[in-house]
């Protein structure tokens, strides 16, 4: 039966995890006590050996009775001729006795030394065990009190640059790019929340100002109900790129062949009606560019950049398209004349939501296109780089890495042929 004391459980339990023993510590304590154990003993070992095969005829005093005679003297090294061999074979008998008694007393003492050394070093491994692991004690403990409240906390370990010290930096550089990835998780779901918050609020007000309309007909609802279905199929676009943005930052499920000339040209086609519509002059020079990676990412990657380029023009621009190989990789640039960008502004622009122009954004685009090709890219290993340029506008090129068995020279276009077209792209948001 477990006696419990109410208000003293939380007690017994903090001071019992205080002053736990540590295993880590024992075992360190062990390692030293048994490392010393077995230096010790092979000493010891060694020192018996050296002793036991010294020479046995080493006897100091003797006298023995011969006759009448009481004969005195000592005995070192070789016997003295004028001893006889009788007293020379007992004075031999008594040195190797001597010996071994001398011999039996070195063990034992020998023994009883070394049990008392392992004790000792047992204790001098348990103080440096618990001076070396008091930095993880500390390390440990305020990780443990790190929460997502208080993740700008820092172990920053003090001291020489030692072990303790680099995974100390190790846990700081982790703790910062958890901090960087709540926060930016934080606010992208605040602009998603905005972003799908705005057209409800809309047709919520669109519905009720119908119902409440007395004079409303059947026209008044048609138009009412046309709008609240735009802004349904906007509602779909954005969570059908957000979608896109969740596939392309969680990696690729397949892998095959992709030539970014193919659908660089698609996605040029597709756009004509809105180059036309917007006046925009369209210029390309498509070379074959092929890599490895998910055929439909690269086709979402390739119109977004399209899209983006239109979306944010100028009357009387221009969008330029390149395709090609440099340096071993398949790479696609795409630049558009616009209006002047900010230098310290483009890397903001592949965040989810952000754009310069609010009122650009209008319609079926939400700020999620270039953040989608960020995520895409990352997803393939590409390389995006992005500049404004001195004239106004943006040129955003992404290389991807071609695999050796696709970097041999490949057959020249046949001039005049005309190439299988493929489905055309749906639009994307």
């Known amino acids: 039966?477990?006696?419990?004391?109410?208000g003293l459980t939380p007690v017994f339990h903090r001071i019992r995890a205080r002053y736990r023993p540590s295993r880590v510590r024992m075992r360190l304590s062990l390692l030293y006590a048994g490392a010393f154990t077995g230096t010790g003993a092979v000493?010891?070992?060694?020192?018996?050996?050296?002793?036991?095969?010294?020479?046995?005829?080493?006897?100091?005093?003797?006298?023995?009775?011969?006759?009448?005679?009481?004969?005195?003297?000592s005995l070192s090294g070789n016997p003295s001729p004028e001893l006889s061999p009788l007293v020379t074979a007992d004075m031999q008998a008594a040195a190797e006795h001597q010996h071994d008694l001398e011999?039996?007393?070195?063990?034992?003492?020998?023994?009883?030394?070394?049990?008392?050394?392992?004790l000792i070093s047992f204790v001098?491994?348990?103080?440096?065990?618990?001076?070396?692991?008091?930095?993880?004690?500390?390390?440990?403990?305020?990780?443990?009190?790190?929460s997502a409240r208080n993740l700008h906390e820092r172990l920053a370990a003090p001291g020489p640059r030692d072990e303790m010290v680099d995974l100390s930096d190790t846990v700081d550089g982790l703790l910062e790019r958890l901090e960087t990835a709540l926060a930016t998780h934080k606010r992208f779901v605040a602009n998603a929340a905005?972003?799908?918050?705005?057209?409800?609020?809309?047709?919520?007000?669109?519905?009720?100002?119908?119902?409440?309309?007395?004079?409303?007909?059947?026209?008044?609802?048609?138009?009412?109900?046309?709008?609240?279905?735009?802004?349904?199929?906007?509602?779909?676009?954005?969570?059908?790129?957000?979608?896109?943005?969740?596939?392309?930052?969680?990696?690729?499920?397949?892998?095959?062949?992709?030539?970014?000339?193919?659908?660089?040209?698609?996605?040029?086609?597709?756009?004509?009606?809105?180059?036309?519509?917007?006046?925009?002059?369209?210029?390309?020079?498509?070379?074959?560019?092929?890599?490895?990676?998910?055929?439909?990412?690269?086709e979402r990657l390739v119109t977004n950049l399209v899209e983006n380029a239109l979306t944010y023009n100028v009357p009387d621009g221009f969008v330029e398209v390149r395709t090609?190989?440099?340096?071993?990789?398949?790479?696609?640039?795409?630049?558009?004349?616009?209006?002047?960008?900010?230098?310290?502004?483009?890397?903001?622009?592949?965040?989810?939501?952000?754009?310069?122009?609010?009122?650009?954004?209008r319609g079926w685009n939400h700020g999620l296109g270039l953040s989608i090709v960020r995520a895409i890219a990352s997803a393939?290993?590409?390389?995006?780089?992005?500049?404004?340029?001195?004239?106004g506008g943006l040129a955003v090129r992404v290389a991807f890495p071609v695999p050796v068995e696709l970097r041999g020279p490949r057959p020249p276009a046949v001039a005049g042929g005309a190439r299988q077209r493929r489905p055309a792209l749906a639009r994307r948001g």
């Open 1 to 6: 039966m477990t006696l419990r004391i109410p």
């Open 43 to 73: 000493l010891l070992a060694i020192l018996y050996l050296l002793v036991s095969h010294s020479p046995k005829t080493q006897f100091s005093r003797f006298q023995r009775s011969d006759g009448n005679r009481l004969i005195q003297g």
């Open 103 to 118: 011999m039996e007393h070195l063990l034992v003492q020998s023994a009883i030394a070394l049990c008392i050394m392992v």
């Open 124 to 146: 001098l491994g348990w103080l440096v065990a618990n001076r070396i692991l008091r930095p993880l004690r500390v390390m440990t403990s305020t990780i443990q009190r790190i």
């Open 194 to 298: 905005h972003e799908l918050r705005t057209p409800l609020t809309l047709e919520h007000a669109l519905i009720e100002e119908t119902l409440i309309d007395r004079t409303a007909d059947v026209a008044s609802f048609r138009a009412a109900s046309e709008r609240v279905l735009e802004i349904c199929r906007q509602q779909e676009r954005l969570l059908e790129s957000l979608l896109t943005l969740t596939t392309g930052e969680r990696g690729l499920d397949r892998r095959e062949p992709v030539d970014l000339a193919e659908i660089a040209e698609d996605a040029l086609d597709i756009a004509e009606s809105d180059f036309l519509r917007r006046d925009v002059r369209r210029e390309s020079t498509i070379l074959p560019a092929v890599t490895v990676g998910d055929r439909a990412l690269v």
């Open 324 to 361: 090609g190989t440099e340096d071993g990789r398949a790479v696609i640039t795409v630049s558009n004349s616009g209006h002047q960008v900010p230098d310290d502004q483009v890397s903001q622009l592949f965040e989810p939501f952000h754009r310069l122009d609010r009122r650009a954004g």
């Open 380 to 391: 393939h290993g590409a390389a995006l780089a992005a500049e404004a340029r001195p004239g």
